[in-house]
């Protein structure tokens, strides 16, 4: 199966939640997977790159994916027109630029950040990532709307 989806998952420092979404993206659906609904998965940092977190990297392990080869990164080492698909993890506040989201599919996640949490924060960010990463799919192929971005249209909905 040949596709044509690219996705960028963008959080704050590239740490822990979008590594791990990075992880089942390409675990899941990306080339390696056999799957291969995404051409390209991703994922960048908005505010600073960091390293992968030790604990991320565990809590996926235990689910048998290993990202100790994922790197952090800038948002600005690749270009807006490489993705179709660009995924926020941080909720309305995130800053990412206006550019990167026009022409092509964004959501805005809002998942809690676990970082310095317990082995649960992380356990409980994995899995509704990981639920997240499937509800993507399965939208884009039935052609549906997002069912967790916090925005529709230009408009963020983040609730109080």
């Known amino acids: 199966m040949s596709s044509s989806h690219s ?11 979008s590594q791990m979404a990075e992880g089942f993206g390409r675990h899941l659906y990306g080339t390696e997977s056999g799957a291969a609904f995404f051409s390209r998965v991703e994922s960048a940092a908005l505010e600073g ?14 689910l048998h994916i290993d990202i100790t080869n994922q790197s952090s990164k800038m948002i600005d080492v690749f270009s807006a027109s490489d993705f179709s698909i660009i995924i926020s993890m941080c909720g309305c506040g995130a800053t ?6 026009q022409g092509k599919r964004f959501e805005d996640w809002n998942v809690v ?18 639920d997240r ?9 039935e052609d549906r709307a997002p069912t967790y971005t916090l925005y529709h249209g230009d408009v963020c909905a983040m609730p109080n």
């Open 96 to 101: 990412v630029p206006e550019s990167w989201k």
């Open 49 to 62: 790159q960091s390293k992968v977190n030790p604990d991320a990297i565990q809590t996926m392990k235990n």
């Open 133 to 141: 990463v499937k509800e993507l799919v399965a939208s884009i192929k």
């Open 7 to 17: 996705v960028l998952f963008v959080c704050r420092h590239n740490s822990c939640r």
């Open 113 to 130: 950040d676990p970082t310095g949490g317990s082995e649960h924060a992380f356990e409980v960010a994995r899995n509704e990532i990981q």
